[in-house]
Each structure stands twice: as structure tokens, then as C-alpha cells.
T-cell receptor
């Protein structure tokens, strides 16, 4: 069975600094997708970034980028120039290519210090 | 643009009472729809998904059921709530099963 592990329950970063959130996953599939979702205090899940496993190039969305290491089954999220609004719970998620099911990690709570 | 609505936002119900949570999507046709539950301090767990009207797939056997009476409406129900049904329920949609899922604002359910 596929699993997603986020080993950092909590992280803290100074405003304007860079922080990296870790995620590892376990799968025997070759066709899959990886996601980072942000859950602010409102608790609505917001898509941050998506990576297709067949793409070698790391996905980037403005200040958010990923380091996708397929062989190591690692998918970390880098947040550059951190802002107060980035404070939230961040979830890593995996979806096998031909399925509807998202499998989530347990989340990392990110605090941004002014 | 597409929007997804959930109601109620918050619900407090006694054990043994029925439940009906509603999710609707605007701005798209024939979306895939999903119900997730998030227990306190945990990630999300997929409960049900639907690829079309009347088509429901269950991921976890439990006290809950889902229905899709209209193309863009997804309902989560229970005949008798348990204490363990408390949690945060999120509805999501995707444009086809293999696309990114987008989430609604969620419903906080507390069963007493």
C-alpha cells in the first residue's frame, strides 16, 4: 500500500527567509502525481503545487518550488521569501496515476515569525 | 470560474441523530466529487467519490453514506451519528478523475 510520510510535525521560519518541508512516499508505481496542499486556520485546503512523476523538471509556482527526487521517493517543498500569510498546515499528498484516491501525509505546521 | 460550496459550516448533533451535509459545485459540468474526513491533528481520509449522478464508490466501510442526486450536488448522510463521526468534513471536485482536486470550505461536525 502507498504511504506518505511527513517527518516534521512543526517548523518555524523567519519572515523573508526560506524554509523546506520534507515529504517521502512509498510506492511501487511508476505513474503517479504528488501534491502539496496548504490548510490555513480557516481549514480550507488550498492547492500549492503539483508534480507529475514522469516529469523530470521540478514544479515551481512563484515563491513555491519542489525538489522531486524520484529514486529516493522524496518530494520536498521550498518556500522562498516567507510571508506571514504562509503560516498554515502543509500536507503532502500522493495519487496513483489511474485512480481517484489522494493519500495524505499527517501534515507539517509552519509558523512564520515576524 | 468554478466554486464549491458546503453547508452547514458548523454542526453540533447528539449521538443517534441523523446527518445530512451538502456540497455543490458551480461553473463546471460532470465533475468528479469527493468526501473526505479530517480527524483532529490528522491528514485527510477519503470516504466516498462519485464520477456521475447516482454513481458512488465507498473507500471506508462506516456509519456514513453518500448520494449524488444531481450532477453538481453531493450529499453525505448518516441515519444515526456516533461519537466517532466528529471531525472536519471536506468536499472536493475535479475535472475528471485524473485531474487536480479542489476543496470546499468544509463542515465542522461535533457529535455529543
Amino acid at each position: 500500500a502507498q504511504t506518505v510520510t511527513q517527518s516534521q510535525p512543526e517548523m518555524s521560519v523567519q519572515e523573508a527567509e526560506t524554509v523546506t518541508l520534507s515529504c517521502t512516499y512509498d510506492t511501487s508505481e511508476s505513474d503517479y502525481y504528488l501534491f502539496w496542499y496548504k490548510q490555513p486556520p480557516s481549514r480550507q485546503m488550498i492547492l500549492v503545487i503539483r508534480q507529475e512523476a514522469y516529469k523530470q523538471q521540478n514544479a515551481t509556482e512563484n515563491r513555491f518550488s519542489v525538489n522531486f527526487q524520484k529514486a529516493a521517493k522524496s518530494f520536498s517543498l521550498k518556500i522562498s521569501d516567507s510571508q506571514l500569510g504562509d503560516a498554515a498546515m502543509y500536507f503532502c499528498a500522493y495519487r496513483r496515476g489511474a485512480t481517484n484516491k489522494l493519500i495524505f501525509g499527517t501534515g507539517t505546521l509552519l509558523a512564520v515569525q515576524p | 470560474s468554478q466554486t464549491i460550496h458546503q453547508w452547514p459550516a458548523t454542526l453540533v448533533q447528539p449521538v443517534g441523530s441523523p446527518l445530512s451535509l451538502e456540497c455543490t459545485v458551480e461553473g463546471t459540468s460532470n465533475p468528479n466529487l469527493y468526501w473526505y474526513r479530517q480527524a483532529a491533528g490528522r491528514g485527510l481520509q477519503l470516504l466516498f467519490y462519485s464520477v456521475g449522478i447516482g454513481q458512488i464508490s465507498s473507500e471506508v466501510p462506516q456509519n456514513l453514506s453518500a448520494s449524488r442526486p444531481q450532477d453538481r450536488q453531493f450529499i453525505l448522510s448518516s441515519k444515526k451519528l456516533l461519537l466517532s463521526d466528529s471531525g472536519f468534513y471536506l468536499c472536493a471536485w475535479s475535472d475528471g478523475g485524473l485531474e487536480t482536486q479542489y476543496f470546499g470550505p468544509g463542515t465542522r461536525l461535533l457529535v455529543l
